[in-house]
């Protein structure tokens, strides 16, 4: 076997290959990485996207353009969004350290195959947190304690797929929030068009989510794991379908209450986003096979793009 093609110690079964963390990071700091997943990005992506989306739209919305203040906010909730991610997924990985031990997929992760104790990942956790903490005490007060009020949604998601079929509308309710979060942190109140996002947000990503966990369904159904993917089963598409439809008319509903003053470019612009973001994800759909792990993972991580396009166009429309 050639070097090139050695499989690095300790690496993560769903990792992307060649990666920055197998390739480039001190070995020691390799375990904790992987804890925090930076060896898979497109979970910091999909948590930082409805933050994006917030900050250009309200930006769009005042008519002021882009400052220092909007630079802040787009540099903080990047920069966030990495450690809250690995904090998110350290505690996920605690609780859940049984679970994926049984699952073929997860139980090379560092905690079920012994490269991390508990105590260490709980320690990790603590460090990201408080990071992150660092950041938003850099926003306004409003949007400082929505950042408090999201780690309840943080705190439950590990352990709704053992008492719901719907696991994926908590791991929206955590993943949207800085839609709610960076809309205030932007204009200082909460407003409709936060909330319409941080909706389309969540039925965003149960399809997404469900895409994803159609690659554990049958380990899931063998340990008793409820996901959507389980409930929904050969009726996914259908689903997905109304997913879909969801997230294209809340998005759409958001940019309308918030440009409804704007300029008729502005405007264009952003809904031409959301008709970008919709025709992506009709693209996953046409391409999906349930039965199909790697198309499955594939078309998951595709949503970095699906969620990249709203945000170009609105940002767009807030140049203008």
Same mark, same amino acid.
């Given at each position: 076997m050639s070097e090139a093609s050695k499989t690095p110690e300790g690496q993560v079964a769903d990792a992307v290959r060649g990666n920055w963390v197998d390739r480039l990071a001190p070995a020691p700091t390799r375990p904790y990485l992987r804890l925090s997943r930076a060896d898979r990005p497109i979970g910091t992506w999909l948590?930082?996207?409805?933050? @994006?989306w917030a900050i250009f739209l309200a930006a769009a919305s005042d008519g002021a353009g882009l400052s220092l203040h909007e630079l802040w906010l787009f540099v903080g909730s990047s920069i966030g969004a990495f450690l809250m991610r690995g904090a998110g997924c350290t505690w996920n990985d605690i609780t859940d350290r049984d679970i994926d031990g049984s699952v073929a997929r997860t139980r090379s992760r560092p905690i079920p195959s012994g490269q991390v104790s508990v105590k260490q990942a709980l320690a990790w956790m603590v460090a990201q947190a408080l990071l992150a903490f660092g950041i938003l005490l850099t926003f306004n007060l409003p949007a400082i304690l929505l950042g408090f009020a999201s780690l309840l949604t943080v705190a439950v998601y590990p352990f709704a797929k053992r008492f719901t079929w719907w696991p994926q509308v908590f791991l929206g309710l955590a993943f949207n929030w800085g839609a709610l979060l960076l809309w205030t942190a932007q204009t200082g109140s909460l407003g409709w068009p936060a909330v319409l996002l941080y909706l389309s947000g969540i039925s965003w990503t149960l399809f997404y989510d469900t895409i994803y966990a159609h690659q554990d369904r049958e380990d899931d159904a063998l340990i008793g794991v409820k996901s959507t993917?389980?409930?929904?089963?050969?009726?996914?598409?259908? @689903?997905?379908?109304?997913?879909?439809?969801?997230?294209?008319?809340?998005?759409?509903?958001?940019?309308?209450?918030?440009? /409804? +003053?704007?300029?008729?470019?502005?405007?264009?612009?952003?809904?031409?986003?959301? @008709? /970008?973001?919709? @025709?992506?994800?009709?693209? +996953?759909? +046409?391409r999906l096979d349930i039965d199909d792990a790697a198309t499955c993972l594939r078309l998951f991580r595709s949503n970095r793009d699906t969620g990249l396009i709203p945000a170009l166009f609105f940002a767009a429309a807030a140049l203008v």
């Open positions: 948590l930082l996207l409805p933050c @994006w993917a389980r409930l929904f089963a050969d009726n996914t598409h259908l @689903w997905l379908r109304g997913f879909l439809v969801a997230t294209i008319v809340l998005m759409g509903l958001a940019v309308l209450v918030a440009l /409804g +003053q704007a300029s008729v470019l502005a405007l264009v612009l952003a809904l031409a986003g959301i @008709w /970008g973001m919709g @025709w992506h994800m009709l693209w +996953q759909l +046409q």
